[in-house]
């Protein structure tokens, strides 16, 4: 009741613009036009907030993306860090041979040293034998046949001599040569080593790269959650300002409504232009989708879903949105006062969308709607009702106010 008297003296107000002070009515449509800019900007930060979304979503997939690659470098420095340690221990094996090797090339030598010494010794001594020494050796062999055997035994030991000095000449020069077989054995893991290390700093530096990505991806993520809060405390402001100039309307309504309290119209049109046929009449029936058996308040048009709907005669526009109820999108008009004394309101159901606003002055014949199915509906049709007083409770059948088939 007490809407339905503010939109009356809405109505009035804007019925009587061109006999009201031009103040009212400029003060009135800066009030509108306040409440369509702060409809943009509502609209407006929407989007900003869905673009923050989607970018958070971005950053947040490329930061799942980068770890997953860190995952990878991680495992293949992990395997690096076994081959270097390997190839380590191999050097590790090849030095102590080397060790070895070079243990037996020194004792070697110190064998040959003393084979030398004794060789000297030896010679200096057959020396002595052929060159003074014949004399005596001569006197003690008793023939030809024993000289002759002396001389072979001596030629003997030289070439013994000889064998022995080449035999240790040859293992000094086969241990030699052993060594340097280990020590580029030695180098060739050395190098692979370094290759390896070169390996493990070129993953180490991608690691951090990679890192450095993440964090960056996780600053933007953070940066879009903060412009997306942003965005929503401005939504939140503007809704609050909606709210505070709505409330500012409807005072100037109010203030309006006691000063001219008369709305009037003279009669109504059919909200459709065209439409195929009644699909349900005013009066008891089972609802087709609840099954309970009811009154249906009002008369169904069937007609194509986006047939536009026109205002049955003009008004104020009491409700115009999503029904709770069943209506789905549905509108409502105040039109106040017909000729017969009775206030009249109209409602409006099942819309696909609705073209007007709460607040909103219509003149008859102006787009409100468009026909659909939403809310409590099996098929596109448009459901009018028709208020006589203005209150739902006295629904009256439109077929004694409306022109149809
Ligand atoms: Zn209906």
Known sequence: MR?????????????????????????????????????????????ELSNAKKKEQAAKALESELKEKVTVVQSQISVLKGQIAEVQNSIGLKEQEIAVKEQQITEKEAEIADQWGDFKQHMAAMQELRDGGSVAM?????????????????????????????????????????????ESQRSELQSKKADLDAQNSQMRAKQNELNSSVAAAQMSAAEAQQAQKDAQAAIESDEMNYEAVKKQIQKMIAAAAASKPTLSFTGFICPLKSYSRISSEYGWRKNPVTGVNKLHAGTDFAAPGGTPIYAAASGYVQVAGWSSGGYGNYVIIYHGKMSDGNQYSTLYGHMRSVATSAGKYVQQGEIIGYVGSTGNSTGNHLHLEVWKGGSKANAVNPRGYIPMK
């Open 3 to 47: 809407a339905a008297s503010l939109f009356l003296a809405a109505a009035c107000l804007l019925l009587s613009v061109s006999v009201y002070p031009a103040t009212a009515a400029t003060s009135m449509s800066s009030l509108q036009n306040k409440l369509d800019k702060l409809s943009q900007s509502i609209v407006q930060h929407k989007k």
């Open 138 to 182: 001569l006197s003690a062999v008793n023939d030809l046949y024993e000289l002759l055997t002396f001389n072979e035994v001596m030629q003997d030991i030289s070439i013994k001599d000889t064998e022995i000095l080449d035999n240790m000449k040859n293992a000094k020069e086969a241990l030699e040569s052993d060594k340097l077989t280990l």
